[in-house]
């Protein structure tokens, strides 16, 4: 059954690398901004870019959405194409102050799948990044895919590596109890064992889902 090859994947990826404390931010809407930034950019970029926003002393929504644009492109250019981005978190900002006044609490009080709905409508939110959202800086039960899930699980034959996104999701919503702790957690063990070794040429005989 999925359903058991599923969690023993997780029992042994947890087994292996423990709680992985993801996704790092102090609060939801910072841990809201890193989502959209970190499209296209490894961490290390988008952590620059959040510290400079701090450092002016402007990671809220209001000081966001009353920023003029260019100043917002040049704080958060060490997250790479920093004008479009900077555009994407305009459009965020616009649907969080004109829809909730700009309170991440207000956010999370609405129903998840009408919220994922909305959010996938703002501008340059797909769904990875309306997921993430929702899962990390809203505590909602929503499993994020991403292309590490893609590929360890493709590789381990459970699912086709270009089977659509609504499928993967669909996968764990059914064979996994529909948890934030858990859905947090393997998302970011995924992006582990990926990283370090289901890379693109892949160390398969260290890897411990061989083991």
């Known amino acids: 059954m ?3 090859k599923l969690l023993q994947i997780y029992h042994k990826l947890f087994k292996t690398f423990g709680p992985q404390h993801w996704w790092p931010g ?6 809201a901004v890193g989502a959209i930034l970190t499209q296209n950019t490894n961490w290390g970029n988008v952590e620059k870019a959040i510290n400079n926003l701090k450092k002016e002393k402007v990671l809220s929504a209001k000081a966001i959405h009353d920023m003029p644009i260019k100043k917002l ?3 958060i250019q060490p997250s790479g194409y920093f004008n479009i981005k900077a555009k994407r978190l305009k459009s965020f900002i616009n649907f969080l102050m004109n829809d909730y006044h700009g309170s991440m609490q207000r956010l999370k009080k609405e129903e998840m799948h009408s ?3 909305k959010l996938l409508s703002v501008n340059g939110i797909g769904p990875e990044t309306a997921d993430s959202i929702l899962l990390y800086a809203l505590d909602k039960p929503i499993f994020v895919i991403d292309a590490y899930t893609k590929r ?7 699912l086709g590596h270009d089977d659509s996104y609504e499928r993967y999701q669909a996968l764990f919503h059914s064979e996994l109890k529909k948890d934030v702790k858990l859905f947090n957690e393997y998302h970011a063990l995924f992006v582990r064992v990926a990283k370090e070794f289901c890379k693109t ?3 398969c005989e260290m890897c411990p889902l061989n083991i």
């Not at 102090?26 to 841990?31: G, K, R, S, Y």
């Not at 360890?152 to 459970?158: A, D, E, N, P, Q």
């Open 2 to 4: 999925k359903n058991k």
């Open 26 to 31: 102090d609060t939801p809407f910072e841990v």
């Open 73 to 75: 492109a040049a704080l």
């Open 115 to 117: 919220l994922r709905h």
């Open 152 to 158: 360890v699980l493709s590789r381990h034959k459970i």
């Open 201 to 203: 040429k892949p160390v």
